[in-house]
């Protein structure tokens, strides 16, 4: 489009811009232009004026000369500063020029008349009106001066009769052309300016596209619309910014566009700067034959707002028409308006029947009074509360209702028709009415129940009822229960928690819960009480059952103690400390590890055989007290079996530990006087740290393999367990050789998991996912062989294998489809990692932006120059880039800025806690916000159930991927997921319950 242009018009070859007309830079610039020209016309035509009394031609050629270096300097003066009026002291001086002219020529001739004529043009021009006539007394003087000389006055008074006249008119009328000149200029100007204003405060926004959709021009409207600055879009494919779900249609108005002056209009959503899509209405002309606009201008106005309401009057309406509830509309004299589906059911009506009749044929005799009174008070404007009534169906029987009736206001706020809505509520009738019939009975077993139980309110914890076995069993008197709180027969120490259970609505529940009671005469029980929550004589209660377990859980007690603990010393048996060391594995509270000692008593066997069996547990139950007494707070002392003991540190390094078994070794070699004798003993320790990952049973094999190393070196000592290099290389070669053949033999295969748009449930694109087919294991997950291949570097020849193999699989699919692969940390440190992918993709003939490379954190953060380089070098390829178990490593706004990434992938367990977690929840929708803020697309991995799926939807994720989609399996199986139905999309026609 061509715009109006500041100032004059522009010359085509030397882009030479000139002034404006009739400002000062105008007239300066045509005075230069005219001394220098009648400079250099007197100075060529001074050699040839006839010879005669009073001509001097080196006078002659001395004006001319002085005329035109006038012109120069007169040219080089800053106009642009003055105003125009600044350029009248120029008169006098042209005037001065031609008076010297003529005094040196003579007399009067046609240059004489044609000087003066050229003259009063230039003030005519340059000047308003007036201005020739103002200077009439300098044209006088101008041509009756040279008389006084030449002696020739009759000669110029007939010359001035002549000449005076015509100049003036002259000036008149070239200052009267000019005038006009001037005010049409600023009528164009100030048509141009209004133009202008239109365009910039348009709500509109209007765009200019070439033939090819490359954008030329937008409005400054696309400010306050998109977001956009007016010029960061120039140059860039206007298709670029339309969703791809509406690309076909904008492309097929673009091709109807042939014959010149043709419009066209669609709706489409355009991408917001920010991210987000706007629904337009697009206007488009095609204006490629007007050499102003050359292009096609495009009208985008903003209709997303128009859209939301439309979706929300459908959503209503759908609402309406699949309402449980009969929904009708009647107006003031009680004609049916509206009936829907539920209504249908209900009555046995069709709408057809019913809208447009009296809605008293469906009321009953008994209740017109009542219904009459309803009217008239919701014609009153009155919001009336759901009353409980019964109307009447088309076969006859009444059916009871819930019934809501509000008024509907016309523009004026009165009211004009009614909304009535009902539901059937037989069965809740019925339900209470069984309810009352009930309660007789329930009160009769309550009282004969043999069974402690009792009533309280919820709000005052006060007791409502109790039965008499609760007053025989817990010793008070039934007034005194109803005179005591649920608190009073807690012990105090227990009184928080119930009522921190209270707060947290645990009253009520069915299953059963432990507690403590404190009957009268202050003894205290264990009982087990099973609630129920209810309504009881007006309150809102519970009702409690009561079992006492005192003597139970006594036993139990008893018999727990026995199965974890050691006979003989009372330590923990190796059952019990083999939980302890799970359970101290999974809390790790501070710096230190969890360190586990085992100790076993050199030469035990033979205190057995020489003092007897009696005396070696004598001894053992010595050594239990002194490991018990050597030992901290906290820690955990057992014996497994036989003379072996074992210790728990928590929390402990490794140095700490060694000064304890350090402290152990005397403790246990000091010399025991056990049955009258004096016995010493010494013992080997072990020691095993914990580490990442250990198990409790790995743990207690490092400490046995230590603790046999020590025995082994002479015992009475302690040793630290040292990980078997050796073997770990040994098994880590074994299996480094089994891959590289694995790679020699095509034993590696891809699977592919569908990942499916939540808008439309359609199958965008898949993830490649590499699989091990073991002659003699069978298909090994990646998990089990992918570390191996990392630390053997195998893993980059194994990730140029996967790239060739999916980009050749992958591209002959849909255009549309992407390819999701993952790029280990040694890959993206490979050299060679960005022609490998240029290879891939030249070989394949996927198309770059089809591809996305998959990278983990960790991977981002290792390296993060040489990585951003390498990125760099693949995102100019054409492929995308996401950052693959997104939310569980560094997770930090700022690499999301500075690494050139497209797409965040969700790491599955957070999605595995939805819709349940609140806290997960939370964090998918903190991920979404971020990415649509940094212009991110989203995909929610490990979708497994349609709960999940839904949650996503409601969120606004992009894509999700999960076992509830598809499982990862061979390529045939994932185009069969891609082109059948989308049985896991049929969910999302339920209407979507935000939290």
Known sequence: MRLPQRGATLFASGRLQLPEFGTAKMAGLLSSVLFCLCGLLVTGLAPLIPAGPHVHPLGLVAVGLIAALSGIVIGALPWERWERSSSLWLIPLALALISLHNLFAGDNGLRYDV???????????MHPSGTALKSAPLLVIAYLGPGFVVHDLG??????????????????????????????????????????????????????????????????????????????????????????????????????????????????????????????????????????????????????ERHHAEGVRRQLA????????????????????????????????????????????????????????????????????????????????????????????????????????????????????????????????????PQPMWVYDLSTLEFLEVNEAAVRHYGYSREQFLGLLITDIRPGEDVAPLLDGLAGGSAGRSETDSWRHLLADGRIIDVEITSHRLEFAGHDAVLVAIKDVTD?????????????????????????????????????????????????????????????????????????????????????????????????LEDCPEGRAEQQAARLLPALSTPMVIGGQQVTGTASIGIAVATHGITAGDLLRNADVAMYRAKAVGGGRYEVFQPAMYAAALRQMELSAALRHALDGDQFILHYQPIVSLGDGDVVGVEALLRWSHPELGLLDPAEFIPVAEDSGLIVAIGAWVLREACTTVGHWNPGGSLNVNLSGRQLADPNIVEQVRDALAASGLAPQRLTLEITESVLMHDSEANMRRLVRLRELGVRLAIDDFGIGYSSLAYLRAFPVDELKIDKSFIAAIPQDDDALAVVQTILQLARSLGLRVVAEGVETAAQYLALRALGTDLVQGFYLARPGLWADALDAARGPRSWHLVSQLPVVSR
């Not at 000449?163 to 009328?173: D, I, Q, T, Y």
């Not at 076909?248 to 109807?256: M, P």
């Not at 899509?277 to 292009?295: F, Q, S």
């Open 552 to 648: 139970r859980n006594a036993l139990d007690a008893q018999l727990r103690h026995q199965a974890f603990h050691d006979s003989l010393t009372g330590l923990s048996n190796r059952a019990l400390f083999h939980d302890r060391v799970e359970h101290a594995l999974g809390r790790r509270l501070g710096a230190g590890s969890s360190v586990v000692l085992l100790l076993d008593l050199d030469r035990f066997k033979l205190v057995n055989d020489s003092l007897g069996h009696a005396v070696g547990d004598e001894m053992l139950v010595e050594v239990a007290r002194r490991l018990e007494d050597a030992v901290r707070l906290g820690d955990t002392v057992a014996r497994l079996g036989g003379d072996e003991f074992a210790i728990l």
């Open 155 to 304: 000669t110029l008074a007939g010359g001035l009769s002549y000449a005076l006249p015509v100049c003036l008119l002259v000036g008149e009328c070239a200052s009267l052309v000019a005038s006009r000149l001037l005010a049409t200029e600023a009528a164009v100007r100030g048509s141009e300016r209004r133009l202008r204003a239109l365009v910039e405060k348009s709500s509109d926004v209007i765009s200019v596209l070439d033939a090819d959709a490359i954008i030329r021009w937008d409005s400054p409207s696309i400010r306050d619309v998109f977001g956009y600055d007016t010029t960061e879009r120039i140059g860039t494919d206007g298709l670029g910014y339309v969703h791809p779900d509406d690309l076909a249609t904008a492309r097929q108005t673009l091709a109807s566009l042939h014959a010149p002056d043709a419009i066209a209009t669609v709706e489409v959503r355009v991408r917001h700067a920010n991210g987000a899509w706007r629904w337009c209405e697009a206007r488009v002309r095609n204006l490629m034959h007007d050499p102003a606009v050359n292009g096609l201008v495009v009208n985008y106005t903003d209709v997303t």
């Open 115 to 125: 000087f003066f004529f050229v003259v009063y043009v230039w003030i005519g021009l």
């Open 318 to 449: 759908a609402i309406v028409a699949s309402s449980s509830d009969a929904i009708l509309g009647e107006d003031l004299d009680g004609t049916v308006l509206s009936w829907n589906g539920a209504a249908e059911r209900m009555y046995g009506y069709t709408a057809a029947e019913m809208v447009g009749s009296d809605i008293r044929r469906l009321v009953p005799d008994e209740r017109l009074d009542e219904r009459d009174e309803l009217m008239r008070r919701a014609r009153e404007g009155e919001r009336l509360p759901p009353i409980e009534t019964q109307r009447k169906r088309r076969d006859g029987t009444l059916v009871d209702v819930s019934l809501s009736l509000s008024p509907i206001l016309d523009g004026n706020g009165k009211v004009a028709a009614f909304a009535a809505i009902a539901r059937d509520v037989t069965e809740q009738t019925r339900a209470r009415q069984a309810l009352a019939d009930s309660e007789a009975s329930f009160r009769l077993l309550f009282a004969a129940n």
